[in-house]
């Protein structure tokens, strides 16, 4: 499974990254966040983090958690994970950062083989949980970064 999210931020490059690596904020920006905290930080630019978000389906919201691996690339710049509990176990994830005319190109890129179901694991990560569950809580979460860029900014 491989889903990409992205979206020009017009605001600059080290703004965009600042708050894409301020993950313990995104509960204060980010609505369909219910919590992110460390568990365990490993100097300023790794440690393991847990996230629980909502994936919202008109008025109900689906309770998502996972934890990961998280490392701050600053010199890239970008910010990896690496789930390591959650039904998300073993997906990598980069959120990747590059100048563009007019802002920041922000990229959101998920690669997963999918959880260790027999038969169907493959097809559920593909059918449903990539596109239902990542793809919708990733574009809510960029679309919410890049509106605190922005503001941030003065755009």
């Known amino acids: 499974m491989r889903t990409v999210d992205t979206a020009l931020v017009r605001a600059d490059v080290a703004r965009c990254f600042a708050h ?3 993950v313990e904020r995104w509960p204060v920006w980010l609505p369909h966040y219910r919590w992110v905290r460390f568990l365990e930080r490993r100097g300023d630019t790794a440690g393991l983090v847990e996230m629980a978000a909502w994936r919202p389906f008109g008025p109900v919201g689906w309770p998502t958690w996972w934890v990961s691996e998280m490392t701050i690339e600053p010199e890239v710049p970008r910010v990896r994970y690496r789930h390591v509990r959650g039904i998300t176990t073993g997906m990598d994830v980069a959120w990747d950062f590059a100048p563009e005319a007019g802002g920041t ?16 694991g493959r097809f559920a990560a593909e059918a449903v949980i990539g596109p239902v569950f990542v793809h919708g809580i990733a574009s809510r979460t960029l679309a919410g970064i890049a509106r605190v860029a922005e503001r941030e900014a003065g755009r």
């Not at 997963?112 to 169907?120: N, R, S, V, Y």
């Open 20 to 22: 894409g690596a301020d």
């Open 105 to 120: 190109r922000v990229t959101i890129t998920h690669r997963w083989d999918g959880p260790a179901w027999p038969l169907i």
